[in-house]
T-cell receptor, first 115, second 113 residues
Framework: GAVVSQHPSRVICKSGTSVKIECRSL??????MFWYRQFPKKSLMLMAT?????????EQGVEKDKFLINHASLTLSTLTVTSAHPEDSSFYIC???????????FGPGTRLLVL | AQSVTQLGSHVSVSEGALVLLRCNYS??????LFWYVQYPNQGLQLLLK??????LVKGINGFEAEFKKSETSFHLTKPSAHMSDAAEYFC???????????FGAGTRLTVKP
């Protein structure tokens, strides 16, 4: 079946550095991918919609200059957390829709810890 | 705009007992509804989904959910809880057109021996 991978699965960085998270669709193409953020013991919050070949669409309240999204190919979207701070520590999950519109495939998530 | 509300952030049942996790939705268009399970430090796994076909949907691991339009509900049930069912469960809604989903706050299921 369709699989979405994320890399890295876990990252620890110092405050002020930038971190890039990759989301790949394996064996299928995704012109759209979604990035979610999950706080501890909280639900997933949609951050942005990544569009292949065009700018990402950000949800209200999400800083686009803070969370840079690049969807350079039909199988890869990246989320870069720029100048990370401890409050950016979270679990980031991406998803990609399958052929059937209602089907979403979720990545395993990336846990970011900013010291 | 669509949204879901999960009643009860934490549900505790005994092993072998009925599991009932509640979800109510709000949608201006016919909704697609989903239940996902998340184990600690893992991503989401789809349990089942409703996409305007049969109102009673059967999923994996013995779970099922019933779409009730009159009650705007999509509650998740399992006749007999197993220890391995302990996890976080999320209800989600989508309109099916742009694929983005809105998630409920989640319900943590604890299963007591």
């Amino acid at each position: 079946g369709a699989v979405v991978s994320q890399h890295p699965s876990r990252v620890i960085c110092k405050s002020g550095t930038s971190v890039k998270i990759e989301c790949r669709s394996l064996d299928f193409q995704a012109t759209t991918m979604f990035w979610y953020r999950q706080f501890p013991k909280k639900s997933l919050m949609l951050m942005a919609t990544s569009n292949e070949g065009s700018k990402a669409t950000y949800e209200q309240g999400v800083e686009k200059d803070k969370f840079l999204i690049n969807h350079a190919s039909l199988t890869l979207s990246t989320l870069t957390v720029t100048s990370a701070h401890p409050e950016d520590s979270s679990f980031y999950i991406c998803s990609a829709p399958g052929r059937k519109q209602e089907t979403q495939y979720f990545g395993p998530g990336t846990r970011l810890l900013v010291l | 705009a669509q949204s879901v509300t999960q009643l009860g952030s934490h549900v505790s049942v005994s092993e072998g007992a009925l599991v009932l996790l509640r979800c109510n939705y709000s949608s201006s268009v016919p909704p697609y509804l989903f239940w996902y399970v998340q184990y600690p430090n893992q991503g989401l796994q789809l349990l089942l989904k409703y996409t305007s076909a049969a109102t009673l949907v059967k999923g994996i691991n013995g779970f099922e959910a019933e779409f009730k339009k009159s009650e705007t509900s999509f509650h998740l049930t399992k006749p007999s809880a197993h220890m391995s069912d302990a996890a976080e469960y999320f209800c989600a809604v989508s309109d099916g057109s742009n694929n983005d989903m809105r998630f409920g706050a989640g319900t943590r299921l604890t299963v007591k021996p």
